[in-house]
């Protein structure tokens, strides 16, 4: 099997439906909108970076057979550095993952209220209405899918997910017919116009998730168990990242056809579909509505996924998705972002909060990544080579220098 000519999707579509989520629908339908084409080449950024860092998180999984959580564990055996590392990884992962999965649910609800599903519609006072029935659904369905406890079906799911996501956000795209030429220029031309800088490094933050590469780590290992099914793993990498980075550019595009030239900008992905009606008549609120649906629940399953095997790896749990513990750290995010959905906190403003958080991580994150790829007493010969370094080295150079420069730009200092 680990030398099948053909591609057959494995883990890397959980990275895909873990970066394809509201966020990335919200934050690439404002940078259409407001800056047209001019931020493609960001997304081809991302996809090269995604796929550097999550090559290293690949070799460390298959080699190994350790997460990158259990790896920063072991490696860092000073009571101080554990602690401080740790406390990162539970920060960074787990509650950041809470505010992700509010913004992914409430995402999944965006896209069912666009499909137009019948719910009775309650008193505006009452919490049976429409938006809490759809939010506690989905809920619902996320938690059955992690407790089932196999990977087997979490994979299928989120497979089949990805695909539905890829033909309606394709052919969306292909169906408002862009200007090929300028689709192309800024896809490789870089420029960052007045006023995008934070559209960019939201751009990098919702494609270079941080919490993937504790998940792809992770998850690798229950398909690929030895060296030699390497090439396999990246091969999946490389293959789930593209699809993911064109779902992306898609969005990104039919936005700016939709909003760009008219000056308009998009407050919901809901808006997104009544912005299409004229170029797709009434089937947009069922591309963007499907297209919603999918990216938030798979989304939603995999944030606390990812934060139950980040936890365990670097508390030193044991790995097992049916155990107690991994169960209720899973459930704990679930449960937060449930929370949060159902008292009323606007999506866009959750959704387009986390990804600024995950563009100020993402460097601590790699960093630490960096690092033990380049212990020879974790990875042997595997370790990371001068190209691995260069372009990783590259990669946290460039976040960092967006990542100050958009903090300096909040804070009224650039």
């Known amino acids: ?23 990335t629908i919200a934050t690439c339908s404002l940078a259409g909108a407001n800056f047209g084409f001019a931020l493609l080449w960001g997304l081809v950024f991302s996809v090269v970076a995604t796929i550097v860092l999550q090559e290293m998180a ?26 401080i590392t740790i406390i990162l990884v539970i920060s960074a992962i787990a509650i950041g993952n809470a505010a992700f999965e509010a913004g992914n649910i409430l995402g999944a609800t965006l896209g069912l ?7 009775d519609e309650a008193s505006s006072n009452s919490f049976w209405h429409k ?34 996501m890829s033909i309606t956000f394709l052919t969306t ?21 007045a006023g995008a800088l934070l559209a960019l490094v939201g751009l990098i933050g919702t494609t270079v998730v941080p919490y993937n590469l504790f998940l ?16 396999e793993a990246r091969r999946d990498i490389v293959v789930s990242v593209i699809v993911g980075g064109f779902i992306s550019m898609a969005i990104l595009i039919s936005a700016a056809v939709a909003f760009f030239e008219q000056g308009s900008t998009p407050a919901t992905g809901r808006d997104l579909a009544v912005q299409l009606e004229p170029l797709l008549g ?32 670097v508390l030193g749990w044991k790995k097992d998705m049916i155990s107690w513990k991994f169960r209720m750290v899973w459930a704990l995010i679930l449960l937060a972002g449930l929370t949060f959905s159902l008292l009323g906190f606007r999506p866009m403003e959750v959704i387009l909060f986390a990804q600024a958080a995950n563009g100020i991580l993402l460097p601590v994150v790699a960093v630490y990544l960096v690092w033990i790829m380049n212990s020879s007493k974790v990875m042997g010969v595997h370790k990371n080579g001068k190209l691995s370094n260069i372009l990783g080295g590259l990669v946290i150079l460039i976040t960092l220098m967006l990542s100050a420069r958009s903090l300096l730009t909040v804070f009224g200092w650039l």
């Not at 990158?68 to 000073?78: D, M, P, Q, V």
């Not at 990977?151 to 299928?156: A, F, P, S």
């Not at 069922?286 to 990812?306: C, D, K």
């Open 1 to 23: 099997m680990g030398n099948s000519r053909f591609y057959k999707p494995g883990p890397g579509a959980l990275v895909t439906a873990a970066f394809i989520g509201p966020g």
């Open 131 to 164: 938006s809490s029935v759809y939010i506690l659904a989905i809920g619902l369905i996320t938690f059955i899918v992690l407790f089932s406890g196999s990977y087997k079906i979490i994979e299928r799911v989120l497979v089949s997910l990805v695909i539905l």
């Open 113 to 119: 209220e666009s499909l137009g599903l019948s719910v």
């Open 173 to 193: 795209a292909i169906m408002v017919q862009p200007d090929l030429a300028l689709v192309f220029r800024g896809m490789f031309v870089p420029g960052i116009p």
């Open 58 to 83: 690949a070799r460390l999984g298959v080699i190994t057979q350790q997460g990158l959580g259990e790896a920063l564990r072991k490696h860092f055996t000073g009571f101080l550095p554990r602690l």
């Open 216 to 231: 792809y780590a992770s998850a690798v290992q229950q398909r690929f168990t030895h060296a030699g099914q390497l090439p």
């Open 282 to 313: 009434n089937w947009s609120r069922y591309f963007i509505g499907a297209g919603l649906f999918a990216a938030g629940i798979s989304s939603a399953i995999t944030a606390p996924l990812a934060a139950a095997w980040a936890t365990s790896g």
